[in-house]
DNA sequence: ATGCGGACCTGTTAGC
DNA sequence: TGCTAACAGGTCCGCA
């Protein structure tokens, strides 16, 4: 489900909600997610206060910490939250009847509850001290992509000797975060590159526009709302709207709508890829 | 270091 | 209509 727009989009979504909020209550239903769910979370968490919701790549980092009257700081903690393939973060009225696939609830004393559901569990909610950044999963990712980090000239230096197909490559957290199956099939057909071609074998000019393309791609789709595929919704429910300016992707075999080729869809390491023969080279 | 394939888990859809 | 197989938005990990 996820990928970054939507996890921006519900990063806005449920920051408001959550900001300044004193956690009241924590209910773990399923604490068999990529990880287990720490059961320190839910005896650490209610009473603190909800500081940040901040987003890096995919994951959402929600820093907490006490009220303490005396003054003296006693550190935070995080929970990183990670929405997998499937998860989705929604603001509910608390005592919601929870659904079969409702795993955590997170709710505060305004009486709005943050609800995890995740069929596929392939998601996390890693609650831990010391800083978010320093943290394995957090250690090695490459630049946000709507950052200047991500710079016209950035994908061509880390490309260089590399031989993965340039849609692995860009998919690649460790070269450059939030760039999903969707996105990057879309990004290679506005930048006419053929997904298949090896990452090291495109020109510098060829990498700036499609370095530009992924900017497009993004910001475009955190503007509409997230991408709608089968059930994305917000964090209030309602849906995205940008499937419908998706050029290539889940239309394999139709017509390209630039040239009119029929559109190929094939395998790179297992992900479906679809792209046009004609525009595409 | 790089690249590949398997793993995690459930739900939906395509095909027989 | 029913069963089975393939596939789905992610990414970590172990192995060659």
Same mark, same amino acid.
């Given at each position: 489900m996820p990928e970054l727009p939507e996890v921006e989009t519900t990063k806005r979504g449920i920051a408001p909600h959550l900001l300044h909020q004193t956690v009241s209550s924590v209910v773990i239903r399923? &604490?068999?997610?990529r990880w287990p769910i720490t059961p320190e979370m839910m005896t650490e968490? +209610? =009473?603190? $206060?909800? &500081?940040s919701v901040d987003r890096r790549g995919k994951y959402l980092i929600l820093a907490a910490s006490k009220n303490e009257a005396s003054g003296i700081d006693t550190g935070k903690n995080y929970l990183l939250i990670h929405l997998g393939m499937s998860g989705s973060l929604r603001l509910v009225p608390v005592d919601s009847p929870a659904g !079969? *696939? %409702? *795993?955590?609830d997170i709710t505060m004393t305004t009486g709005i509850a943050l609800r995890y559901t995740d069929p596929r569990r392939f998601g996390c909610m890693l609650w831990f001290a010391g800083d978010p950044l320093l943290h394995p999963l957090l250690r090695a990712l490459g630049p946000e +992509?709507? @950052? %200047?980090?991500?710079? +016209?000239d950035y994908l061509r230096v880390q490309a260089a000797g590399r031989k993965v197909p340039v849609k692995s490559f860009i998919m690649d957290s460790k070269v #450059? #975060?939030?760039?999903g199956n969707i996105y990057a099939n879309e990004a290679l057909f506005m930048a006419g590159i053929? +997904? &298949?071609?090896?990452? =090291? &074998? $495109?020109s510098a000019q060829r990498y700036a526009l499609l370095t530009e393309r992924i900017k497009e791609v993004l910001a475009g789709a955190i503007l509409m709302g997230g991408t709608t595929l089968r059930d994305f919704t917000g964090a209030t429910g309602q849906p995205g709207?940008? !499937?419908? @300016?998706?050029? #290539?992707y889940g239309r394999g075999g139709h017509p390209c709508l630039r040239c009119g080729t029929n559109l190929r869809e094939i395998r790179i390491t297992q992900r479906s890829t679809v792209f046009c023969p004609g525009c595409q080279s």
């Open positions: 399923q &604490r068999q997610l968490l +209610p =009473g603190q $206060i909800l &500081r !079969k *696939h %409702d *795993h955590v +992509p709507l @950052s %200047d980090a991500f710079a +016209p #450059v #975060v939030g760039v053929d +997904p &298949r071609r090896a990452a =090291g &074998r $495109i709207y940008f !499937k419908q @300016s998706l050029a #290539v």
